[in-house]
């Protein structure tokens, strides 16, 4: 199970794994008609310098031949230079330890936009341009994909060029705040970018059922300009840079001195990106939260409950297995909990809703206790032999006219926990109830506190498959007296063996 959070972008190593030999084609320029176009042709002579080992060797030649003496290809690797490293001896001893540290954290600014602009250029010549002239995806799909990434390349262009006109003959940079502050506002370009990123990445993952794609983007991913990385990597490299300027301009006002000119400016454009993010964060939100209600399927129309439109964020979803094992995909949205199926439609991904959703103004949410249930049984089924089931918790409605509760099990410990978290905190702002279980606070006591009240469903009946004709599960109302007799008769059962 995988709970779908925003998440930073690691940095792929270069694999010391031996480079599949190409065959047929020997380099990517191969793969390009002629064109009168200056821009491609350009594009296939910088590919071309980048060909493997065996290119100029005479066609009759075989290539297989040829592979068996080459290496793994190189791969090309940034540039780690220091901003201490391009000074001598001399010039470095002239600057105290915290000078040289706060120039270091704004040389990686410096750096950080220069390595973004080449990776923007990249995808756009050895990605975009190729794909549009080999015919292998039409100009409207890659604009959906790539999004308006040449757009981007003058706004961190410009940042690059003040950083250049404020850096002083010693190649220090005296103040950065306030250029960071003038230059800020023009990320706000990126929210359209963000907001579409899942249904890019839909798209692309489409697009590399075609064969042709597929072996196009495996060929890049072998070359070296590639550095390992595969094309959505170099997508998502914008999303990623977007979420490091807090931080890098954190790692400046910390070696920043408390009375430099400097300072209030740092924090003022800390403040602003924070702002911008949480904004982007917003509307990125709302564009995924939609783009899952759009492939709900529904069964019937009374599945459709009238409060999925109000919906406006997706807490968390993921894979989750009921009682009885089989797959489900939960969405926990900001008004509703639904529970699907994953099914295709016509070549389309999309989720057939399982049973009613339940409103989290009427959640009950259990938090069960490792072995307290058996998977592939029912609740008396847990006192005998089974597989003890954990990290499982029950979700049920307060509403009768449901009549209905998910016992659901997660993957792992934390994963859990994750999902117990998003699951108080929805309710927590649905129902005015705590978000967190209190200090010493049984899962039992919890029971008794957030159910007694209600209702207990007979789970004799499998919970998990609604009857497919007859009336709907009735609840049995109990008292609190007569349901802990019935626990107490179910453990002495337990000890027993009966």
């Known amino acids: 199970m995988n709970l779908f959070f925003f998440y930073f972008l690691d940095s792929q190593e270069p694999s010391n794994k031996r480079v599949r030999p190409l065959a047929k084609v020997s380099s990517l320029v191969s793969l390009i008609s002629p064109s009168k176009n200056g821009a491609v042709r350009r594009f296939g002579q910088t590919i071309q310098s980048m060909s493997l080992r065996g290119d100029s060797k005479s066609p009759g030649m075989s290539l297989k031949a040829s592979s068996r003496t080459a290496g793994p290809t190189p791969t090309k690797r940034r540039n780690s230079t220091l901003w201490s490293e391009t000074l001598d001896v001399h010039q470095k001893s002239t600057f105290s330890t915290k000078e040289i540290k706060r120039q270091e954290a704004i040389y990686e600014l410096y750096r950080g936009e220069q390595d973004l602009i080449e990776d923007l250029q990249l995808a756009r010549k050895a990605y975009h341009d190729p794909m549009l002239k080999l015919s292998i995806i039409t100009e409207e799909e890659l604009a959906h994909i790539f ?40 990320l706000n370009a990126y929210k359209n970018y963000c907001s579409n990123q899942l249904a890019a990445k839909a798209l692309l993952d489409q697009k590399k059922q075609d064969r042709r794609v597929q072996d196009f983007l495996q060929r890049c991913l072998e070359s070296p300009f590639s550095r390992k990385l595969d094309l959505w990597s170099f997508l998502d490299i914008p999303r990623s840079r977007l979420v490091k300027y807090p931080l890098l301009l954190r ?218 004709s007859g009336p709907k599960l009735r609840p049995q109302t109990l008292s609190k007296t007569r349901l802990d007799r019935k626990l107490q008769g179910s453990l002495k059962r337990k000890e027993t063996g009966v």
């Not at 308006?148 to 002083?168: F, S, V």
């Not at 009375?259 to 964060?281: C, F, G, K, W």
């Not at 509703?336 to 399982?354: E, G, I």
Request: proline residues 5%; hydrophobic residues 30%.
């Open 251 to 468: 790692e400046i006002l910390r070696h920043t001195p408390l009375d430099h000119p400097d300072v209030p400016s740092l924090e003022r454009a800390i403040t602003i990106i924070q702002e911008i993010l949480s904004d982007i964060n917003m509307r990125k939100g709302e564009s995924e939260c939609q783009y899952y209600i759009d492939k709900l399927e529904y069964l019937d129309d009374k599945q459709r409950d009238p409060l999925i439109d109000n919906c406006k964020t997706l807490l968390c979803h993921g894979e989750l297995r009921n009682k009885s094992g089989s797959r489900l995909h939960v969405f926990l949205f900001s008004e509703l909990l639904v529970l699907t199926r994953p099914v295709t439609r016509n070549d389309r991904s999309c989720f057939q809703v399982y049973r009613q959703p339940i409103p989290v103004q009427d959640l009950v949410l259990e938090d069960l206790l490792d072995g307290e249930i058996r998977m592939g049984g029912s609740f008396r089924g847990a006192f005998t032999n089974g597989e003890k089931a954990k990290n499982v918790f029950r979700v049920s409605s307060l509403d009768p006219s449901h009549g209905q509760s998910h016992t659901l099990h997660v993957n792992d410990v934390y994963h859990k926990q994750q999902w117990l978290n998003c699951l108080r905190t929805a309710m927590a702002q649905q129902q005015g109830a705590p978000s967190t279980v209190q200090q010493g606070e049984t899962v039992r006591a919890k029971r008794h506190s957030s159910t007694i009240s209600a209702t207990m469903y007979d789970e004799e009946t499998d919970e998990n498959c609604q009857p497919a």
């Open 147 to 186: 999004g308006d990434l040449d757009a981007y390349i003058p706004l961190h262009e410009d940042l690059l060029m003040k950083l250049t006109e404020g850096t002083n003959p010693d190649g220090t940079v005296a103040q950065i705040g306030q250029i960071v502050i003038d230059w800020l506002p023009g």
